[in-house]
């Protein structure tokens, strides 16, 4: 033994951790339900009986939120951006032209991915804190030609959503390109159709909309993109544990590929459970009247909201704070003194508030607003929070239009 590596003066957990765990309300991870918590304590054989009927559930349940018929729902060993190069790297060959349409980081993200690939990535940049149009998406296509579309749902990272996702996937579908799709924020909290709006690729995390663990994600192709690229593949991916005919041996076939993050696959299922267990539109509404109540609390405070209604996320809301007053302080305060954990922003001076599975609670959502509220009064900036908190109850008690 090497004498000059001693054993490391080390702390348990406990010393790092705070004594209160925090109220996760940021961008995500966000908190997980018990039932999800307790299967992530669980290890079981990767192969076998047990976990074949796991998986088998797991797909149906994915079938189900990813609005699909598709047989190719896989999981993968990652973050949601393994899940979103595992979707670039077997779908997009070098040399395909790939309109990748940005809002912000993420999406950025899928156009970096493509590259890497050896795609070309052409970008396709919307109007700041916008979402995509339409019309814009269809110059473009006229250009020339493309093999595919790369596009999020909800940009985490400025809070813009792409209302026209359907209508953006429908004119992908009718200029011959496959659609790429990262719900990885949104998905189980807003309407995503994947074979009724011609998606051909979804990919979500396990941390955010599902309210389930990081590290564990889940994509769907369709049968087309897979017909097309997959099915029939001859040269070698580069990426061995992202090659989706090799994790169809475990996803369809129960089979060896890696060894499957069991722990992470059982929180997976727990969480997909739940959602099937609430219904979709059910788990919609929730969401809608959480977020929309707590935007009209923030507002109702008097502080601005970054995002103009017609482009805003609901999943994950962007608060501009005032000049005179730091995000990074305001955040801070709140995790100190409060226990609520939100965040900032890559740089802009805005905190975003997460509306994601377990966050969208009344419970968490009037602790939050409170929390913020005294926060940015901490921080000197002038609020009516009493008028936020009373707006927060108003609009959480009024029936959603049907
Ligand atoms: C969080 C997020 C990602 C990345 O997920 P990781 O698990 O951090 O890799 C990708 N896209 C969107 C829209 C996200 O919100």
Known sequence: MNQSIA????????HILPEEPLLMMGAGPVPLPQKVAAANSIVINHLGETMSKVIRQVKDMGRYVF???????????????AAMEMAIANLIRPNERVLCICNG???????????????EAVILETRPNEG?????????????????????????????HNKHLAEVAQLGKRYGC????????????????????????????????????????????????WNKKIANRQELLFHWCLDAQLADRFWNQSSYHYTAPVSGILALHEALRLVCEETLTKRFG??????????????????????????????????????HAAADNVRNYMSQVHKVEI???????????????????AHNLFRTLHALGSSMRASGVKLDLP?????????????LPT
């Open 286 to 323: 929730r969401h809608l009247r959480c977020s929309r109540a707590l935007q009209a609390g923030i507002e109702g405070m008097g502080l601005e909201l970054l995002i103009a209604e017609p482009h805003r996320l609901n999943s994950v809301i962007g608060i501009v704070v005032p000049e």
């Open 105 to 119: 980081y993420f999406s950025q993200r899928l156009a970096e991915l493509t590259r890497r690939v050896r795609g």
């Open 387 to 399: 008028t936020g908190m009373a707006e927060l109850e108003r609009v959480l008690s009024t029936p």
């Open 178 to 225: 496959l659609v790429i799709v990262d719900a990885v924020c949104t998905l189980s909290t807003m309407p995503l159709e994947m074979d009724n709006w011609g998606i051909d690729a979804i990919i979500t995390g396990g941390q955010k909309g599902l309210s389930s663990i990081p590290g564990v994600s889940l994509l769907a192709f369709s049968e087309q993109a």
């Open 67 to 81: 609005q699909t018929s598709s047989s190719h729902v896989l999981g993968v060993a990652g973050p949601g951006s």
């Open 132 to 160: 995509v149009d339409v019309a814009e998406v269809e110059r473009v296509l006229q250009t020339g030609h493309f093999d595919a579309i790369t596009l999020v749902q909800g940009e985490t990272s400025n809070t813009v």
């Open 343 to 361: 965040s900032g922003a890559f740089g802009l001076n805005i905190l975003r508030i997460g509306q994601m599975g377990e966050q969208s609670r």
């Open 7 to 14: 054993i490391p003066s080390i702390v348990s957990l406990e």
